[in-house]
Structure formats: C-alpha cells, structure tokens
C-alpha cells in the first residue's frame, strides 16, 4: 500500500505549508525581507558625487539593519517551530480512516453530444410548389405537374441522403455507446479491484497482521510533518503476541539548532554581526527536542491505534552524525523508552515537561546529547524485533525529490553555491578544489562596499576556529575586502568567537537551506548517509 502512504504524506505535507504560509510569523518574515531587499537596491542604486555617496551611506545602513531584522525575524522562526515540536501534534488527529483511499466507482452517465440528435428529415411540403394562380392557371396544368415531378425528384434525393447520413448517425452513435460501455466496464473492474485491495489492507491491520500493522504506523509516522531537514528515517517492528510495536527512530542531529542567537549591525564595520548562542543553551534544547521527539512518535502511535493493536511501544532514538573527535560518522542511541498503552494515555501533554516527561516513563536520556553520549537502550532492536515484520522506511527518501546537498557531486555542488552567490550579487570566478573543500575568488561590485571577496564552502566535519583563521589569512593574501565560510557539517561556537571582528561571514547548513529557498527558489536538504 505504498501508493496510499504517499497520497496521505503529500495531503499531510500540504496542509502543513498552508497553515506555515498562512502564519503571521512568515508574513512578518515576508515584509522584513522585501524591506531589506527594497533598501539594498535603493543602496545600490545610489550614484558617487558626494551627496549621493552619503545618501547611498544610510541607505547601505538601513538595508543592513534590516537584513539583520530579517534574519533575526527567521531564527525566531526556528526557535518557534523547534519549541512547538511536541504542542504541534496535538491538534492533529493521527488516525487514517483507510476509507478515505477508496475511489467511487460512479462514472459520468453516457453523453452521446451531436450523435445523439436526429438529423431533421427533409419534408415534402417544403418542396411541393406552390398552386398556380392567375396567369398560371391559363397555362394550364402541364406547367404545374412538371414543377411538381421535379421537387418530387429533388425530394426524394434529399431523403436519401438524409437516410444515409441518418444510418451512419446510429451506427456512430451504436460505436461510441459500446467504447463507453467497455471503457466504464474497465474503470469499474479496476477500482473495484483498487477498493477490494484497500479493503484487503484494512482488514489485515484490523486483523493484526504483522506487516500490514507496521505498514500502517509508517503511514501515520510518514504524515507526521516536520521542519525540513530533520530526516524522518525510521524502522519498525511488530510483535503480534505481545501486542508490542518496536519504533528505532533517527533523531535530527544537534545542528538544527541556530548557533546565532541574534544578529547585529556594526556601523563601525559596516557589517553583520553574529552573537553565537551559548553552548549550555544549545545542550538544553537538544535534549529538550530529542524529549519532543520522542514524545511526539509515541503519541502518534497511540492516538493513531483505535483498534487497540499495540499495547507497548518501545522507543530507540538514534542520530547520524559526525564525531568531532575522530571525523567518522557514527549511530549513538540518544534516548530509549518503554511504555504500555495506559500509562502513557493518562499522560496530559499539553502540560508536561517533555524532559520530565520522559524520565517519569523511566527513560533513559542523554544528559550529553551535544557529545553523543550514549544510554543503554531499552530494547536492543536486532535481537528482540523478529525480522519476519520488520521493516525500514525514509519518508523523505522516498517521495522528496529536493536535492540533497551532501550527496551532490563536487561540481553540482560548486555549481550551486556559484549560481547562489551569482543571483546574491557577486561575480564568481572560477571555483579551486583545496583541501577538504572548494574555494572562489569572487568581486562585489557595489561601489564603496565592494571589492575581492573570498568563498570558502566545505560539506565536511564543522567549522571550526581553525577554519575561521584560514578564510583570514586566505582574505588577506588576496587583498580581499571580505571572506564567506560555508560549512554544511554545521558551525562550532569557538568560530563565532574566533570571528574577533574580522570582515567574514560564516553560513551552516539551514542558513544556506534558507538562501537557496529564498533566492534560488531550491527547496534543498541535507540528509547524510552512514559510512560503511
């Protein structure tokens, strides 16, 4: 029942744009952003006498001032959206009525159109001539009955020709009735046939059939809309006699997290600032999301059972990520749960504290997430699921055709970043493969504020000070005015610090996510895959 799963996804994906189209938070965004793009072209517009030159000063202040609101305006936005992870669900009733997949077997009734009228048969009165009268009569009669044996034979060929087109009309007619009769037989056979294996589905899940209950709860955990870079990646298991799903669940990795708490113009350099979020409140949000998370997929279960298939469900969230220490991706369980059907209904959690939460269903928790520290998950997957009823599904992977930037080849990635930068207002030159990355030399032609601008852009391990030091050497070897690190792996706090005023920007994974929706119009992703 692949087909149905992604029909539900895509209707559950749909709504969730409308409602986040429809937000006043994104259309407060919306205007903050065309404010500051209206004031970057008035900045730029702005000649070089003098007057013009200062005016083209505090347009240039104004832009960036609100290109910093701007941006402000869209970490709140993420703030919001990761807090409401839990709250989000709430309204959402989880169940699938399987019912709604079945397709009507009525069929628009036969419309035969032109075929269906007779033609007008010709009429004898309309050729017979008219009685003479006057002068005709003293002709007399012979003049009459010649008229009247030529109408009779201008009629009668006019019948048949109205007889001929007439048979060809039914026969016509007989055609396109029969099409229609075996074209609706066809329909009909096929969505009975369609309806029957609904039906067949739904009975099995109603009959607690192993695979089609873990088909069904992918289904529910496939509509469960989520911002767009968490990967929604998870396997499932069902133990019939038990009643017990098994959920092994990819939690995002800690960099969905803005590390920019805010951003600040400094008129003393005429740039962007960037205060980096501390890491303590880093740490409590990413345990604070993977509690949510786990929250959130246990609910969904629950909410979703009406027919009382699971009474236990235990939970293993694992994250794909990169360990800092040794470069290597790595699968560490972040947080494991195990609880019965009950217990977890009388839960409110609307009111709960989703940390707390998952420590009074005694859940083991990362107190580390940020260091990948570990716990001893409740159930150990390979060995308590039978394999008979389990099975893997990646919804993204397989419904989202977004590009996915870490898979990219190296030169559709340069290309990308190129066209990026290109549409944003630089003239990149061409891209240099360096070590661990790929860099431009690229010139701002503004007046005044442009210059020799240096692109860095690696998809490796996060930035670091290391790199922050490097872009700055490598921006004043070139004589540049400015230098752009863009790390997809994601930005460590010590870059922010290692910033020290220097004339450099430093973009991650969701911001470059961000620029490539709102100036490309690339709806991208970002979704590793493990090292074998």
Not at 28 to 36: F, G, M, S, V
Not at 331 to 356: G, M, N, Q, Y
Not at 492 to 509: H, Q, T, V
């Amino acid at each position: 029942m692949g087909i149905i799963r992604d029909m539900q996804r895509a209707r559950a994906t749909q709504v969730a744009a409308d409602q986040r189209a429809n937000t006043a938070a994104a259309q407060q965004r919306d205007l903050i952003r065309r404010n500051a793009d209206f004031a970057i072209a008035a900045a730029q517009q702005a000649a070089t006498d003098a007057q013009r030159q200062r005016d083209s000063q505090r347009l240039y202040t104004e832009a960036r001032t609100a290109d910093a609101a701007a941006a402000n305006a869209e970490i709140r936005a993420r703030i919001s959206d990761l807090d409401a992870l839990l709250l989000s669900t709430l309204d959402v009733d989880d169940h699938i009525d399987l019912d709604q997949f079945k397709k009507p077997l009525a069929v628009p009734p036969f419309d035969p159109g032109p075929l269906g009228r007779p033609l007008p048969e010709p009429n004898w009165d309309s050729y017979l001539p008219p009685q003479p009268r006057g002068v005709g009569k003293l002709l007399g009669s012979g003049v009459y009955q010649q008229q009247t044996a030529q109408a009779r034979r201008a009629y009668e060929q006019a019948r048949a020709r109205w007889a001929e087109a007439e048979e060809r009309r039914k026969q016509q007619l007989r055609a396109r009735k029969r099409a229609y009769d075996e074209s609706r037989r066809k329909y009909e056979a096929k969505m009975t046939a369609y309806n029957a294996e609904v039906d067949r589905f739904a009975a099995a899940v109603a009959g607690a059939d192993p695979a089609s209950v873990v088909e069904y709860f992918a289904m529910v955990l496939g509509n469960s809309v989520y911002p767009d870079d968490f990967p929604q990646h998870f396997r499932l298991a069902y133990l019939p006699k038990q009643k017990h799903l098994l959920v092994e669940y990819h939690l995002p990795p800690i960099e969905v997290i803005p590390v920019v708490k805010e951003y600040r113009y400094d008129r003393a350099r005429g740039d962007l600032t960037a205060v980096p979020r501390d890491e303590g409140e880093i740490r409590h949000r990413y345990v604070e999301i993977i509690a949510r998370v786990t929250l959130r997929t246990i609910h969904e279960i629950i909410e979703a059972d009406r027919g009382g298939l699971v009474r236990q469900v235990s939970f293993n969230g694992i994250v794909d990520t990169i360990d800092r220490r040794t470069g290597r991706f790595v699968r560490p369980c972040l947080v494991s749960v195990r609880t019965d059907r009950e217990t977890f209904a009388a839960i409110k959690l609307r009111r709960v504290d989703p940390v707390a939460c998952v420590k009074h269903l005694q859940g083991a928790l990362s107190p580390a997430p940020d260091e990948l520290a570990a716990v001893m998950p409740k159930i150990d997957f390979e060995r308590d699921a039978d394999r008979d009823f389990t099975e893997e599904f990646n919804v993204l992977a397989d419904i989202d055709e977004r590009p996915n930037l870490v898979a990219m080849t190296d030169a559709a990635w340069e290309r990308q970043l190129a066209d990026l930068f290109g549409v944003m207002g630089l003239e990149m030159g061409a891209a240099d493969r360096v070590a661990g990355g790929s860099r431009w030399l690229a010139t701002d032609p503004r007046p005044i504020f442009g210059g020799t601008v240096v692109v860095y852009a690696t998809r490796g391990v996060p930035a670091g000070s290391a790199a922050v030091h490097a872009l700055a050497g490598a921006v004043t070897a070139a004589g540049a005015t400015k230098g752009i690190l863009v790390s997809l792996g994601g930005i460590e706090a010590e870059a922010y610090e290692a910033l020290a005023g220097r004339p450099l920007e430093l973009i991650d994974g969701p911001a470059l996510v961000t620029l490539l929706a709102h100036h490309l119009r690339i709806k991208a992703r970002i979704e590793r895959t493990r090292e074998p």
